[in-house]
Structures are given as structure tokens and as C-alpha cells.
């Protein structure tokens, strides 16, 4: 669960970056937003999802 949450807050800061500095429109960042939802109902979430996490936890096990 943290995981997710800090997740989509690292994500929510990119988008807000990209609307401040890049030029995103509002209506990209919404239609990102529905496909980001209309994605997670179809059956390849799973596997995204498992993706994400094992990202996480590659990157959660690099030593400075």
C-alpha cells in the first residue's frame, strides 16, 4: 500500500511539473488520467502492476 500511494504521488508531481514547465494541457493530463483508470479494469494490469513492483524493488536495493 505505501508503495502505490508513494507511487502515485512521485507520478502526480511529474504530470504537475509537465503542466508548469512543459507545456501539458489540461486535457492530456485528464486523458492520461482515463486511460491510466480504463487501463487498471483490463486484465494486463496484473502484470503492470507486478512490473512496477519489481522496478520498485530493483531500485529500492541499489547501496550509495
Excluded at 479494469?41 to 536495493?61: F, H, M, Q, V, Y
Amino acid at each position: 500500500m505505501i508503495l502505490s500511494i508513494s507511487g502515485v504521488m512521485l507520478l502526480g508531481v511529474v504530470v504537475f511539473l509537465f503542466f508548469r514547465k512543459d507545456g501539458l494541457k489540461g486535457s492530456h493530463a485528464c486523458t492520461s488520467a482515463l486511460f491510466g483508470f480504463y487501463l487498471a479494469s483490463t486484465g494486463i494490469a496484473p502484470s503492470i502492476k507486478a512490473g512496477g513492483e519489481s522496478l520498485a524493488s530493483l531500485l529500492g536495493g541499489i547501496k550509495f
